[in-house]
């Protein structure tokens, strides 16, 4: 596998907290293939042999906004089990429901931006629905759960220029985590 030549923003950039524009389909080539790089660049960075070889830090997300560009398409790269991998590829998304539930990320969130340990909580739904639009437009409706109902919210925050970091209270970085369950 060939690393794509993709260079992600660092939180520093205040392109990042921009709130990204609607596509407009069909999808240019040049926007497909970046899906795919994206999707590339993820996959190898959760597998441990890549990750060292092309010293990158694990992540399973990336929004456009990440990489300089305003446009609402973000990628999620779920590893299922030894290598196995479920992709995501959301456009136009918009969530519809959610769940009373709400959760947290014990270890703390993470981001391919965020190039530091940030202590602190960021409260998310343990369900969310979301409708969107694949690759060639098509529209469609997905329910996740936990983790990536975790990761499909940090993607959309990204997609209104919000970082997690934004999320979490400096003065009390843990503010009310009794009322939520961690994951």
């Known amino acids: 596998m060939k690393l794509p030549n993709l260079t992600i923003l660092d939180e520093k950039d205040k392109i990042l907290h921009t709130k990204s524009k609607e596509v407009v389909f069909p999808l240019k080539d040049e926007d497909k293939k970046r899906i795919k790089d ?16 092309y010293d990158l830090r694990p992540g399973m997300g990336l929004a456009y906004i990440q990489l300089g ?3 609402r398409i973000f990628v999620i790269v779920e590893e299922l089990e030894n ?10 998304p918009k969530i519809i429901s959610h769940s009373e539930e709400e959760i947290y990320v014990g270890e703390g969130e993470g981001c391919l931006s965020v190039n530091r340990e940030v202590e602190g909580i960021v409260p998310r739904y343990a369900r969310i629905t979301v409708e969107a639009q694949d690759i060639e437009g098509n ?14 919210q940090h993607e959309i925050d990204h997609l209104n220029g919000i970082l997690f970091v934004d999320k979490i209270d400096p003065k009390n970085p843990y503010k009310n985590i009794e009322k939520y369950r961690e994951i």
Request: hydrophobic fraction near 35%; proline fraction near 2%.
């Open 69 to 71: 560009i305003p446009k």
């Open 38 to 53: 994206m999707l590339t660049y993820l996959t190898m960075s959760q597998i441990e042999e890549y990750s060292e070889e």
């Open 139 to 152: 529209k469609y409706t997905i329910r996740v759960r936990e983790d990536i109902s975790v990761a499909f």
């Open 83 to 92: 290598k196995e991998f479920k992709n995501y590829v959301v456009i136009n």
